[in-house]
């Protein structure tokens, strides 16, 4: 799988984590265990945060009545737990 690829696969993982949670399921254990896996590939983490970032922004854009903020608060939260080391 190229690197690209592998990045956008994984931003999409979280993405359908996240769309449970808005969806009322639980999301937590799952988004913890994803974003611990990837804290430990050397550089994998800061790339995939950097595509959820760009997730997030195109949400926001596409959604200004703000339909999916508790999605964006989750996906958020993502990058948080990518981004603490």
Known sequence: MSDNREILDLANRFESIATD????RPYRPALTELAT???ERPGMAPR???ALGI????????DPEG????????L??????????
């Not at 997730?55 to 596409?62: A, H, P, T």
């Not at 339909?67 to 989750?74: G, S, Y």
């Open 21 to 24: 949670g808005f969806e009322g």
């Open 37 to 39: 896996r990837l804290r």
């Open 48 to 50: 995939v945060a950097h």
């Open 55 to 62: 997730m997030i922004q195109l949400i926001g854009e596409s």
């Open 67 to 74: 339909r999916f903020a508790a999605k964006v608060a989750i």
């Open 76 to 85: 958020r939260e993502a990058v948080g737990l990518l981004s603490d080391a």
